[in-house]
């Protein structure tokens, strides 16, 4: 069965960091290009960062830039996102999805495959 899992997701004060995982089952996670995605309530989802299948290319969008950091593990079939310095705007729900394609553009591309989302939440 296919799966995309999100996981590390919780709730953290204004500055603080967490790891977001992104694993997969069913399918070679390395054979994909990896994004994460956040929508927050009443927003439209974006894209926060991507990563080529061998880790080689990978691309922030601008509200991740100097924060967040995306990689992988493939033989762990484990995609990571490190966010650093986080801010109450970074409150949303965190996904991740797979693409045969690449561009750095993350959303530039067509995702066929989501995993359910895990929750981050920046408060005091």
């Known amino acids: 069965q296919l799966q995309l899992v999100e996981s590390g997701g919780g709730v953290v004060q204004p500055g603080g960091s967490l790891r977001l995982s992104c694993g997969a089952s069913g399918f070679r996670l390395g054979d994909y290009t990896i994004a994460w995605f956040r929508q927050a309530p009443g927003k439209e989802r974006e894209a926060v960062s991507c990563?080529?299948?061998?880790?080689?290319?990978?691309n922030n969008a601008d509200p991740a830039k100097g924060r967040f950091a995306i990689s992988r593990d493939n033989a762990k079939n484990t995609v990571y996102l490190e966010m650093n310095a986080l801010k109450f705007e970074d409150t949303a729900v965190y996904y991740c999805?797979?693409?045969?394609?690449?561009?750095?553009?993350?959303?530039?591309?067509?995702?066929?495959?989501w995993g359910q989302g895990t929750q981050v939440t920046v408060t005091t």
């Open positions: 990563i080529s299948l061998n880790g080689r290319l990978r």
């Open positions: 999805a797979r693409s045969r394609s690449w561009d750095s553009r993350c959303s530039a591309i067509s995702y066929d495959y």
